[in-house]
């Protein structure tokens, strides 16, 4: 399995951005496929996760509302829609996918197992 992000930048506050995730080799139906995010000195937080089989997502609090999850299984790509940057969405953000997992599991219970490289998003003016 191969995962692939792209998109990130530097935005100002109040700015948009689209991030992709171009994923290869997944043969399964059920699994999860999720951003997460890092910033410098903080933990790694799951931002928004979503199950391939029945489209069900989840947003952290921080972005619900203005960040939304989507798919496009015609070209085996996920993006994240970026409204409404704030500084503090700052950070490295993360594609992973999860063989067998649901949004939610990806969210809070598992370690995803394929990770992509990551794409930089700077909020600032």
């Known amino acids: 399995v191969q995962v692939v992000e792209s998109g990130g930048g530097l935005v100002q506050p109040g700015g948009s951005l689209r991030l992709s995730c171009e994923n290869s080799?997944?043969?399964?139906?059920?699994?999860?496929i999720g951003w997460f995010r890092q910033a410098p000195g903080k933990e790694r937080e799951a931002v928004s996760c979503?199950?391939?089989?029945?489209?069900?997502?989840y947003y952290a609090d921080s972005v619900k509302g203005r960040f939304t999850i989507s798919r496009d299984n015609t070209n085996n790509t996920m993006y994240l829609q970026l409204n409404a940057l704030k500084p503090e969405d700052t950070a490295v953000y993360y594609c992973a996918v999860h063989i067998g997992a649901n949004a939610h599991a990806m969210a809070y219970l598992i370690d995803p197992t394929y990770w992509g490289q990551g794409t930089q998003v700077t909020v600032s003016s």
């Open positions: 979503l199950t391939n089989s029945d489209g069900t997502t």
């Open positions: 080799g997944i043969t399964e139906e059920y699994y999860g």
